[in-house]
């Protein structure tokens, strides 16, 4: 039982990265009708905005302090970031939360970097086969991932997450069990609310409001809104940007759990590629359902008692559900009937 | 679309690639590229994208696994060196067919599916057999240290025929002809001019024509009553076994086989040579091989000091300015250079060079027929 819940836990925050990825692809699939590939670049750029500004909030003043010796006889360094000579308190508290805050970085980062590239890029591409999305957009990631590495190194930077969530919880106190079976990173929980709620967020942001209804009547039939007279190019170019924006928080997020490295984002796209397909393309629902059940299964697959049964499973399961499901319901689990199902 | 050609065209488009490969060090010595390993790397990798162009080109099915195939064609022949014999012709005989069989089983299942679906598919095949030769298959692929001779090998055709090696790793071989240096080119040259012969019959038999109807229209097909699955299947299967000989010749020119070589970014760079060779003809694939291994291999080598030599006609402080920026393009920045032209060439030349040369040539013929500009091949999603 223990271990049963346990591994829930641990398929979850997986899975909510992989649900957010997948929800800002699908949803981009949906309505510009795109495949992109550098989708896991801009989850990978969100997760260096995290990176940059903890660089910048820990730019030190180095003073000498001559009444203090260290081991070598030399006056003791110390090292003072600015930021806590400026601010005080506010400054360590701000170091300290330097991923959470990052997000505020990262929305803006990521809505220019999400607009512009489809203004820039993948406007010219709606009419073109889905082959040449696939490349151009495969050319892009490699660039992406190319000029942050040549920027921050090829070595994974790991990040704190804030100390008041830096331990982990006895969930199974909680549950009545025995204390110490099943423990859990707090950051991990909040990974986990934080993308239930962005999650929660686009839905509604699509459900309940004007804009999202006409995103949704564009997704459904694009040439009879613009019929209507709505610029409906222009909402398409805002679902973008919002799609690169969850795809750049998920990614902020995830750094403490991941340490970033330049290409964290090829190996979580082909992942969302996968989820995508098994939820059903341009599905946001599917998307999101298949991201926490492929979340799961993973980690279901890794329990060391499967792995004895059948070694190497947890390697390919998302794979063979992925080859599954093709073959038997290839418009995924909610799939609408008729989108893409050659 | 279909193209005119003639028997004669045909016999000189051999005649010129037989020359080519005959005289290519010589050829490539002004550029710095007339050396067995470079020419052998061209050879190899031109053998992959041939192959790659006989299933993408032709039937516009965008596979995103082909490594998979180089790499089983590798494991399989380091194995036939280390328990058959070093002699090279069993070690690609046998990669070959492995690759096929290989192409045989995943093209079964992911032809089932067309458009993104078989690319996402054939994906999801590599990415298995990759983390699988990491993984759990340690046992046949060694893993991360990836499979290498050893002393200890038995080599039973070897042994049967008394065939003595030093004491050092032996080398692999052709007969007693060693498979280094030039004899190691010369050797890879003649397959590769062998598979593009095949090739060259390929598109021009019913069978090529076929698979580009496939490519144009297959719901026509269906709608006639032709079953194309026999065909696209064929073509998978071909271009599986083209891919398992090219790693079969790795393993030769370099007995060493990794998983990393089954990597989908592996997959991703023969698309690239393809298209940017150009996708449906039949010399744009091994064009696009050379050009990019050849740019590879020159722009890795690059350095801060070879560039500060570049630019030393600059003034001091410009010449740190470009050397800056160039130095993210060129030795470890290689990739970047590659993604650019990736996009480069998929926005502005999505037939890739052949299509250049159209165009120059349509240039040079002039007034009469401007802006008739024949695409070699459209791509389907």
Redesign the interface.
């Known amino acids: 039982m223990d271990a049963f819940v346990l591994q829930i836990l641990n398929g979850l925050d997986k899975g909510g990265a992989y649900a957010l990825i997948a929800l800002g692809l699908t949803l981009v699939f949906g309505t510009l009708g795109v495949v992109n590939f550098a989708h896991g670049a801009l989850f990978m750029l969100g997760a260096f905005c995290a990176v940059t500004l903890q660089k910048l909030l820990s730019l030190e003043k180095v003073t000498e302090d001559p009444t203090q010796l260290t081991a070598w006889g030399t006056p003791m360094e110390i090292r003072t970031p600015y930021i806590e000579t400026w601010l005080g308190d506010l400054g360590t508290t701000l170091i300290d939360y330097s991923v959470p805050v990052s997000i505020l970085l990262a929305i803006p980062v990521m809505l220019v970097v999400g607009v512009v590239m489809e203004r820039g890029l993948i406007k010219h591409f709606y009419k073109r086969p889905h082959a040449e999305q696939i490349l151009v957009t495969f050319g892009l990631a490699i660039v992406l991932q190319e000029v942050v590495k040549s920027f921050f190194g090829a070595n994974p930077i790991p990040q704190p997450a804030p100390e008041i969530v830096a331990g982990s919880a006895d969930i199974g106190l909680l549950l009545g069990m025995d204390p110490g079976t099943v423990v859990y990173p707090w950051w991990r929980m909040v990974y986990l609310l934080f993308s239930a709620v962005v999650i929660g967020l686009v839905f509604a942001f699509l459900q309940f409001t004007t804009f999202g209804m006409v995103v949704r009547a564009g997704m459904a039939d694009r040439e009879t809104v613009g019929l209507l007279g709505i610029d409906i190019d222009r909402r398409f170019t805002i679902v973008f940007g919002l799609a690169a924006v969850v795809a750049g928080m998920a990614g902020v997020m995830y750094t403490p759990i991941l340490s970033p490295d330049y290409h964290m984002g090829m190996d979580f796209l082909v992942l969302s590629f996968v989820v995508v397909v098994v939820g059903g393309m341009g599905s946001l629902g599917g998307a999101v359902a298949a991201g926490f059940l492929l979340g799961i299964l993973q980690s279901f697959a890794s329990m060391n008692e499967v792995k004895t049964i059948l070694p190497g499973i947890d390697q390919i399961i998302i794979y063979l559900v992925a080859v599954a499901i093709l073959l038997i319901r290839p418009r995924g689990l909610m799939g609408r009937r008729g989108v893409m199902e050659s | 679309m279909i193209e005119k050609h003639s028997r004669r065209g045909d016999l000189l488009l051999l005649l010129g690639f037989a020359l080519v490969v005959a005289f290519a060090p010589t050829i490539f010595e002004p550029i710095g590229g007339g050396y067995p390993d470079l020419l052998q790397k061209f050879a190899i990798y031109g053998i992959f994208a041939v192959g790659f162009n006989i299933l993408f080109g032709l039937t ?1 099915y ?1 596979s995103f696994g082909h490594a998979a195939f180089l790499g089983v064609g590798s494991y399989t022949a380091v194995w036939s060196f280390k328990l058959l014999t070093m002699n090279v012709l069993p070690a690609l005989v046998l990669a070959t067919v492995m690759g096929g069989l290989f192409a045989l089983f995943i093209g079964f ?1 992911a032809l ?6 078989f ?3 054939t ?3 590599a ?2 057999s990759y ?2 030769a ?4 340690t046992p046949i692929t060694n893993g991360e240290t990836g499979l290498q001779l050893t002393h200890g090998d038995p080599r039973v055709l070897d042994a049967l025929f008394g065939v003595q090696h030093g004491d050092g790793l032996p080398s692999t071989d052709l007969f007693g002809m060693s498979m280094s240096g030039w004899s190691g080119y010369y050797f890879c040259g003649v397959v590769l001019f062998a598979m593009f012969y095949v090739s060259l019959r390929i598109f021009r038999s019913p069978f090529g024509m076929m698979l580009r109807a496939v490519k144009s229209n297959q719901n026509r097909m269906n709608y006639t009553g032709i079953n194309t699955r026999p065909y696209t299947l064929a073509a998978f299967v071909i271009s599986g076994m083209y891919a398992g000989l090219a790693g079969g010749l790795m393993a030769v020119t370099d007995p060493l086989a990794g998983a990393e070589r089954m990597q ?2 592996a997959s ?1 760079e023969v ?2 040579m393809t ?1 940017l060779g150009g996708t449906g003809t039949l010399l744009g694939p091994v064009l696009g091989a050379g050009v990019i291994k050849y740019f590879e291999n020159i722009f890795s080598a690059f350095n801060e000091a070879t560039l500060m030599d570049v630019f030393s006609f600059l003034p001091e402080t410009l010449q740190h300015g470009a050397v800056a920026i160039t130095g ?1 393009f060129v030795g ?2 290689w ?2 250079t ?6 480069l060439i ?2 502005f030349l ?1 037939g890739g060079l052949m299509e250049g040369v159209n165009r120059i040539k349509a240039l040079f013929r002039g007034g009469l027929r401007r802006g008739e500009v024949r695409r070699p091949a ?4």
Do not use: D, K
């Open positions: 516009g965008l299942i089932r599916r067309s458009g993104i679906y690319s996402i598919l994906l999801a095949f990415q298995m983390n699988l990491y993984s759990v298959l989908w970014t991703g698309v690239l298209i993210l470890e920045g990739h970047l590659l993604g650019a032209l990736f996009m998929v926005i999505p459209t791509m389907t999603g």
